[in-house]
């Protein structure tokens, strides 16, 4: 059986915390169960947290939602960077282009 659990890209995307281990919340009242859900997910090497009623569960949700608020930001701020850097030069670089021939065009009816 084939490891699917080092794609091509991940080291780059890892190393910008794009993409990463996901961390889930289990709520289930029955503790085997719980267990086993558990265990599997971590061999899938995902990080677990285990609520065994519905109250402890809400901290847990406060605190996972804002980790991933955060996480979500911060890639779309690189993201939205990234686009306007590329998106700037590439500008920069057509208008350049275009302008060239007008240029040549009008220093030519000039003479």
Do not use: C, W
Request: glycine share 10%.
């Amino acid at each position: 059986m084939a490891n699917y659990t080092k794609p091509f890209l991940q080291p780059f995307f890892s190393y910008a915390g794009i993409i990463h281990n996901v961390r889930i919340l289990v709520k289930e009242d029955e503790h085997r169960i719980a267990g086993s859900i558990k265990k599997g997910l971590e061999q899938e090497r995902h990080v677990i947290d285990v609520a065994h009623d519905g109250l402890s569960g809400f901290d847990l949700d406060a605190e996972l939602l804002n980790k991933a608020n955060r996480q979500i930001t911060l890639a779309l701020i690189v993201v939205d960077g990234v686009n306007f850097l590329i998106s700037g030069g590439l500008g920069y670089f057509l208008a350049g282009k275009t302008l060239r021939p007008i240029k040549e065009m009008v220093d030519e009816q000039n003479r």
